[in-house]
């Protein structure tokens, strides 16, 4: 019965936040490691090392968004077709090298345009597997805006960014997300 009434009582304070139009929590402590917020989105990059293709470390990069506003409506993010632009650079943030140095071929899985309820996060990979791979590279990176083959002595030194960009659609302005976040720098490190 005491169950009963503190899940009753969880209900009522619940009914009344939401009633009362509540603001989402605050974001978690580690709000250095997300972008500034651009209308109502933050972004960031994580690198995953994932099995070894062709004796090359496979880092994976995913786009993490979180909905920080207080609509009701989800925002809708387009992550596929240019919208996102990945870039290997140094500590000060300057473009090392492009990625469009190696053979590229047949189609890759496009994230497509995702939707971010209210007070929610996600996290999508934006790995492009039709590059080519190389044999018994240090490590590599692979994005639909370039692909980059790491040295060991590049280990811990270089970092990705990614920049988000959408254009206002007219038709549909409150929901689909416009404009332009770059993520925090992410150390391009990988285990031994």
């Given amino acids: 019965m005491k169950a009963f009434v503190l899940l009753v009582m969880g209900a009522v304070v619940l009914s009344a ?18 972008s500034k917020t651009t209308r109502d989105l933050q972004a960031r990059i994580t690198l995953v090392e994932k099995t070894a293709i062709n004796g090359t470390r496979s880092l994976v990069p995913y ?3 979180r909905n920080v506003g207080s609509s009701a409506h989800p925002l809708k993010v ?3 077709g240019g919208h996102v632009k990945f870039e290997l650079v140094d500590a000060t943030g300057k473009v090392v090298r492009d990625g469009w140095s190696l053979p590229r071929s047949g189609p890759h899985a496009d994230p497509g345009t995702v939707s971010l309820p209210h007070d929610s996060s996600i996290r999508a990979s934006m790995y492009c597997s039709n ?35 959408g254009e206002k659609v007219e ?15 992410v150390k391009v490190d990988w285990k031994e």
């Fill in 171 to 185: 038709s549909d302005p409150g929901r689909i997300w416009y404009g332009t976040i770059e993520t925090p720098l």
């Fill in 131 to 165: 590059w080519g791979v190389p044999k018994d590279a240090a490590a590599m990176i692979s994005t639909d805006s370039g692909a980059w083959v790491l040295k060991p002595a590049e280990k811990g030194k270089l970092f990705l960014r990614a920049t988000v960009k």
């Fill in 17 to 34: 936040a939401v009633t009362l139009g509540a603001a989402p929590a605050a974001p978690p402590d580690d709000a250095d490691t997300w």
């Fill in 78 to 80: 387009r992550c596929g």
């Fill in 63 to 65: 786009l993490e968004m």
